[in-house]
């Protein structure tokens, strides 16, 4: 393969705690195959100012037995499979040779360094035991279970994981593997490549939460691609803050929850063209660990947001610490919760299966639902849309004197509006787009503080549980301040709601 064309990889990466490893050793999918055993030390080049790995890629020097091979990869693609240009070429020495890498991306990113420049920057010592798995006629797959370290810094973490590569044949086969096997050990996804753990395990450095990417697809594409393309999107987002929600960072967990619900609007969006036994299937599986993630985030928010908020306005301090020591307690078991469920075997099958799915629909689209997913999207879109906009103003018909349940079932409405435009917002002028996010963004604000005055006082009730009726006054005060934040948001909403309502797509999709 020559260097301005490499391959581009598309693999799977999974935990396997010890125990785990043996499992997969007896499995018969990898049982009857046979196994290479070898080891790998493998060096990993950056800049000073890691310019490679700011730009997600990496650059390395892997050495097995006497062969040496330099490998070179692009920025991973979303999606929960690693898809990524690579760029291999066998070389002589433990440096790099950055002449190999002319005409490709990472060549571009070094052509005004010097070789010297590049310092290593961690190194991994893996025993690897390699199968190549026959799926059927058209499809392999490499399985390599990985044992050893990553070192960095005078700093070492052990390496547990199974690697799965997909190396002919479609990406469908490669996750019903994936489940396959981790229905049979404790797998859990690892996000992260070796390279990012092994810069975070030198440089200290915790992982940070990410906020969602902008959808982007060409307009001719079909219904199916553009579906798969927006799900694949949002699967990334959710494993690209799996590490800080694990670590219980508030805002990870945030955006965990918020990529739970841009799915869930996704499958709202296309509902009327996908499969419905299916599509139903995942919603309420993603509904579940949205309660999960959602409980974690409104102690987040209430012990790091509303006592603040409430104790700036002068209520009695006292009080306020007897209450957040007591949701501190909370908090953690809510947390604990977040860690068990992103470690358990729900979230993984989840994540692989809807992967799997869109991959096969993608090649099939009647796997995903029916024959209108062959129309282009643009074709589509309008009446995608116009679904949910009606829904909405059904929903704010009656704005004035609406009941807090209806005010809470209108939040929910504008929320997946908003993403549903900001899905398809390729399709559209991006003012005209943005003529309807943005007064849904004011909407789901004072909205959601109206929907906090109902959640903070049954939450601050909760701290009294137990025997603690000592702190029943803060809990009044705590009512009250959410009750005022309340009168004073809903004021605000009939002004962003006319806008909304004025808004030309809105309008144009609704006829």
Same mark, same amino acid.
């Given at each position: 393969?020559?260097?301005?064309?490499?391959?581009?990889?598309?693999?799977?990466?999974?935990?396997?705690?010890?125990?785990?490893?043996?499992?997969?050793?007896?499995?018969?999918?990898?049982?009857?195959?046979?196994?290479?055993?070898?080891?790998?030390?493998?060096?990993?080049?950056?800049?000073?100012?890691?310019?490679?790995?700011?730009?997600?890629?990496?650059?390395?020097?892997?050495?097995?037995?006497?062969?040496?091979?330099?490998?070179?990869?692009?920025?991973?693609?979303?999606?929960?499979?690693?898809?990524?240009?690579?760029?291999?070429?066998?070389?002589?020495?433990?440096?790099?040779?950055?002449?190999?890498?002319?005409?490709?991306?990472?060549?571009?990113?070094?052509?005004?360094?010097?070789?010297?420049?590049?310092?290593?920057?961690?190194?991994?010592?893996?025993?690897?035991?390699?199968?190549?798995?026959?799926?059927?006629?058209?499809?392999?797959?490499?399985?390599?279970?990985?044992?050893?370290?990553?070192?960095?810094?005078?700093?070492?973490?052990?390496?547990?994981?199974?690697?799965?590569?997909?190396?002919?044949?479609?990406?469908?086969?490669?996750?019903?593997?994936?489940?396959?096997?981790?229905?049979?050990?404790?797998?859990?996804?690892?996000?992260?490549?070796?390279?990012?753990?092994?810069?975070?395990?030198?440089?200290?450095?915790?992982?940070?939460?990410?906020?969602?990417?902008?959808?982007?697809?060409?307009?001719?594409?079909?219904?199916?691609?553009?579906?798969?393309?927006?799900?694949?999107?949002?699967?990334?987002?959710?494993?690209?803050?799996?590490?800080?929600?694990?670590?219980?960072?508030?805002?990870?967990?945030?955006?965990?929850?918020?990529?739970?619900?841009?799915?869930?609007?996704?499958?709202?969006?296309?509902?009327?063209?996908?499969?419905?036994?299916?599509?139903?299937?995942?919603?309420?599986?993603?509904?579940?660990?949205?309660?999960?993630?959602?409980?974690?985030?409104?102690?987040?928010?209430?012990?790091?947001?509303?006592?603040?908020?409430?104790?700036?306005?002068?209520?009695?301090?006292?009080?306020?610490?007897?209450?957040?020591?007591?949701?501190?307690?909370?908090? =953690?078991? $809510?947390? #604990?919760?977040? +860690?068990?469920? !992103?470690?358990?075997?729900?979230?993984?099958?989840?994540? *692989? /299966?809807? &992967?799997?799915?869109?991959?096969?629909?993608?090649?099939?689209?009647?796997?995903?639902?029916?024959?209108?997913?062959?129309?282009?999207?643009?074709?589509?879109?309008?009446?995608?849309?116009?679904?949910?906009?009606?829904?909405?103003?059904?929903?704010?018909?009656?704005?004035?004197?609406?009941?807090?349940?209806?005010?809470?079932?209108?939040?929910?409405?504008?929320?997946?509006?908003?993403?549903?435009?900001?899905?398809?917002?390729?399709?559209?002028?991006?003012?005209?787009?943005?003529?309807?996010?943005?007064?849904?963004?004011?909407?789901?604000?004072?909205?959601?503080?109206?929907?906090?005055?109902?959640?903070?006082?049954?939450?601050?009730?909760?701290?009294?549980?137990?025997?603690?009726?000592?702190?029943?006054?803060?809990?009044?005060?705590?009512? =009250?301040? $959410?009750? #005022?934040?309340? +009168?004073?948001? !809903?004021?605000?909403?009939?002004?962003?709601?006319?806008? *909304? /309502?004025? &808004?030309?797509?809105?309008?144009?999709?609704?006829?």
């Amino acid at each position: 393969m020559s260097a301005d064309r490499g391959p581009v990889e598309t693999e799977i990466k999974l935990r396997a705690p010890p125990g785990a490893i043996e499992a997969l050793e007896r499995h018969p999918v990898l049982a009857g195959a046979a196994a290479e055993e070898r080891r790998e030390v493998t060096t990993y080049f950056d800049t000073p100012k890691r310019d490679l790995a700011r730009r997600h890629c990496s650059l390395r020097i892997r050495q097995g037995g006497e062969r040496r091979v330099q490998t070179a990869k692009s920025a991973r693609g979303a999606g929960v499979a690693v898809r990524r240009g690579e760029w291999e070429q066998p070389v002589e020495t433990d440096t790099p040779d950055l002449s190999k890498l002319a005409g490709t991306p990472i060549g571009s990113m070094l052509r005004s360094r010097a070789v010297d420049e590049l310092r290593p920057v961690l190194v991994t010592d893996i025993h690897r035991t390699a199968r190549l798995l026959r799926i059927d006629a058209g499809t392999a797959v490499e399985a390599a279970l990985d044992r050893g370290t990553i070192s960095a810094a005078g700093r070492s973490e052990p390496v547990s994981e199974l690697e799965l590569e997909l190396k002919q044949g479609n990406p469908g086969a490669l996750y019903r593997l994936a489940i396959e096997l981790a229905s049979a050990a404790p797998l859990t996804l690892e996000p992260a490549t070796k390279a990012e753990r092994g810069l975070r395990l030198g440089t200290g450095e915790r992982p940070t939460p990410a906020k969602a990417p902008t959808v982007s697809f060409a307009r001719d594409i079909t219904a199916a691609e553009a579906f798969s393309e927006i799900v694949r999107s949002i699967l990334g987002h959710m494993l690209a803050n799996v590490a800080a929600a694990r670590i219980s960072d508030p805002e990870g967990v945030h955006q965990l929850r918020v990529a739970i619900r841009r799915l869930r609007a996704t499958l709202v969006l296309f509902r009327s063209v996908l499969r419905q036994e299916t599509s139903w299937r995942f919603n309420e599986e993603l509904r579940r660990m949205g309660q999960v993630f959602g409980r974690a985030r409104d102690w987040d928010v209430f012990v790091g947001e509303t006592l603040s908020a409430v104790e700036v306005q002068g209520t009695e301090r006292g009080w306020l610490d007897l209450l957040r020591r007591r949701a501190e307690q909370w908090r =953690a078991a $809510a947390q #604990a919760d977040v +860690r068990r469920e !992103l470690d358990g075997p729900a979230f993984t099958a989840l994540l *692989l /299966g809807l &992967a799997g799915w869109i991959e096969d629909g993608t090649e099939d689209p009647t796997l995903l639902g029916d024959a209108s997913l062959r129309r282009p999207i643009a074709e589509l879109a309008p009446a995608l849309l116009g679904r949910m906009a009606q829904k909405t103003f059904r929903r704010g018909k009656r704005l004035k004197g609406a009941s807090r349940e209806e005010l809470h079932a209108l939040r929910k409405s504008i929320k997946k509006l908003r993403y549903a435009f900001e899905f398809l917002a390729p399709l559209y002028p991006a003012d005209k787009v943005e003529a309807v996010v943005e007064p849904c963004e004011k909407l789901q604000k004072f909205l959601g503080h109206l929907n906090d005055a109902a959640v903070t006082p049954g939450l601050a009730e909760q701290l009294t549980e137990g025997g603690h009726a000592d702190l029943a006054p803060a809990v009044g005060v705590l009512a =009250a301040w $959410a009750e #005022a934040r309340g +009168r004073k948001a !809903l004021r605000r909403v009939p002004k962003h709601w006319r806008r *909304l /309502g004025k &808004a030309e797509l809105m309008n144009g999709v609704c006829t």
